[in-house]
T-cell receptor
Framework: DSGVTQTPKHLITATGQRVTLRCSPRSGDLSVYWYQQSLDQGLQFLIQ???????AKGNILERFSAQQFPDLHSELNLSSLELGDSALYFCASSLAEYNEQFFGPGTRLTVL | DQQVKQNSPSLSVQEGRISILNCDYTNSMFDYFLWYKKYPAEGPTFLISISSIKDKNEDGRFTVFLNKSAKHLSLHIVPSQPGDSAVYFC???????????FGKGTSLLVTP
């Protein structure tokens, strides 16, 4: 158990819908990262927050957004969902930005 | 553009022998390298890391070697155990940020 929690574990929805994925980092960790794992692309970085502020963006679509709240939990919002958004979404946290990242169990999103 | 490459999709090793997993990278700005282990339906688990100021780091049965001139790193597992069977991901960060760039993974099977 890494100490990073993610909810829900599974999510099945339809195209065009909007969903929110939630992540609670390890106690004391200030940095949160979101990654997407699809079958053909592997693990891809989406976005990073550090102590409430956005720090870096990767291959994140404009339909996706995220935020980190004062209690340091983070949410990833995915809207206008398409079939290709079906993937595993992982959250990771680290104490500081240069420390190793610890991953949550992931949320499996299926868009039908 | 895959900046971290794991060219062997799979590897099979007998229990008790050495497992050597390889990883190549193209971005000379990377200065921090990590190995993660992943079981199905779980998030990646941090194994070991190495910074670019070192060429070797050991933790129990796991040793990571870094050859900066060749832009190559490897993970050695000695002795290999059946419980080591999993997918191993190489990751790197550095340059413009702390997000991890992942390889596509090597599936290790340790047979009794």
């Amino acid at each position: 158990d890494s100490g990073v929690t993610q909810t829900p574990k599974h999510l099945i929805t339809a195209t065009g819908q909007r969903v929110t994925l939630r992540c609670s980092p390890r106690s004391g960790d200030l940095s949160v990262y979101w990654y997407q794992q699809s079958l053909d692309q592997g693990l891809q970085f989406l976005i990073q927050y550090y102590n409430g502020e956005e720090r870096a963006k990767g291959n994140i679509l404009e339909r996706f957004s995220a935020q980190q709240f004062p209690d340091l939990h983070s949410e990833l919002n995915l809207s206008s969902l398409e079939l290709g958004d079906s993937a595993l979404y992982f959250c990771a946290s680290s104490l500081a930005e240069y420390n190793e990242q610890f991953f949550g169990p992931g949320t499996r999103l299926t868009v039908l | 553009d895959q900046q971290v490459k794991q060219n062997s999709p799979s590897l099979s090793v007998q229990e008790g022998r050495i497992s050597i997993l390889n990883c190549d990278y193209t971005n000379s700005m990377f200065d921090y390298f990590l190995w993660y282990k992943k079981y199905p339906a779980e998030g990646p688990t941090f194994l070991i890391s190495i910074s670019s100021i070192k060429d070797k780091n050991e933790d129990g049965r796991f040793t990571v070697f870094l050859n900066k001139s060749a832009k190559h790193l490897s993970l050695h597992i000695v002795p290999s155990q059946p419980g080591d069977s999993a997918v191993y991901f190489c990751a790197a960060s550095g340059g413009s940020g702390y997000a991890l760039n992942f390889g596509k993974g090597t599936s290790l099977l340790v047979t009794p």
